[in-house]
Nanobody, 112 residues
Framework: QVQLVESGGGLVQAGGSLRLSCAASRTIIKMGWYRQTPGRQRDLVATRTSGGITTYEDSVKGRFTISRDNAKNTVYLQMDSRVPEETAVYYC?????????WGQGAQVTVSS
């Protein structure tokens, strides 16, 4: 019932910035971002509701910012002051009417 299309992945230098975007096919109250590396679990990065309530994983607080354009059903993840340990595939996520939906994944590489 929901399609999530991600864009904005790529290569960034340590200390640099990158922004991801995720466009949803319909209006959703809560959307978020997860990330995963090979052999590791998929971990929560940030979430945001259409009303502006946000949550962040502790390690990214103060460096990452999640925002939304409600008119476009799009969520963004602004990632500043990146470190190489954060190289991962980043996934857009939503829970809608009891079902989970995921974006296709965006590879983000932080080089040193």
């Amino acid at each position: 019932q929901v399609q999530l299309v991600e864009s904005g992945g790529g290569l960034v230098q340590a200390g640099g910035s990158l922004r991801l975007s995720c466009a949803a096919s319909r209006t959703i109250i809560k959307m978020g971002w997860y990330r995963q590396t090979p052999g590791r679990q998929r971990d929560l990065v940030a979430t945001r509701t259409s009303g502006g309530i946000t949550t962040y994983e502790d390690s990214v607080k103060g460096r990452f910012t999640i925002s939304r354009d409600n008119a476009k059903n799009t969520v963004y993840l602004q990632m500043d002051s990146r470190v190489p340990e954060e190289t991962a595939v980043y996934y857009c996520y939503t829970l809608y009417l009891g079902n989970e939906y995921w974006g296709q994944g965006a590879q983000v590489t932080v080089s040193s």
